[in-house]
């Protein structure tokens, strides 16, 4: 049984940090790119980084370069995702979520055949 478990979210004042990890289980995770995504209240679930099986491939939505940053550690099966200088328009509820399809992943939420429950992420300005 594949399961995806995020950590890390809170509530953090503007510029402030966070560190959210996904802990992968049940699944070869070196062979699964790997992506974050999030979804604000009322909004569609939106893309944020993804990353390609052995981390050599990475791409970021354009609001966040700069100040996001994705990582894994295959050895440990498990997906960073570093926050900082975070902004109040960053608040939603972030997912990780794996695919098998392609070596960099997507950014089309439809391609992610496996997801995390969510973490709430709440920046206060």
């Known amino acids: 049984q594949v399961q995806l478990v995020e950590s890390g979210g809170g509530l953090v004042q503007a510029g402030g940090s966070l560190r959210l990890s996904c802990a992968a289980s049940?699944?070869?995770?070196?062979?699964?790119?790997m992506g974050w995504f999030r979804q604000a209240p009322g909004k569609e679930r939106e893309f944020v980084a993804r990353?390609?099986?052995?981390?050599?491939?990475?791409y970021y939505l354009e609001s966040v370069k700069g100040r996001f940053t994705i990582s894994r550690d295959n050895a440990k099966n498990t997906l960073y995702l570093q926050m900082n200088s975070l902004k109040p328009e960053d608040t939603a509820v972030y997912y990780c979520?794996?695919?098998?399809?392609?070596?960099?992943?997507?950014?089309?939420?439809?391609?992610?055949?496996?997801w995390g429950q969510g973490t709430q992420v709440t920046v206060a300005s």
């Open positions: 049940g699944l070869s995770f070196s062979g699964y790119a």
């Open positions: 990353i390609s099986r052995i981390g050599s491939r990475i």
């Open positions: 979520a794996a695919t098998i399809i392609g070596y960099t992943g997507s950014q089309n939420p439809n391609d992610y055949g496996y």
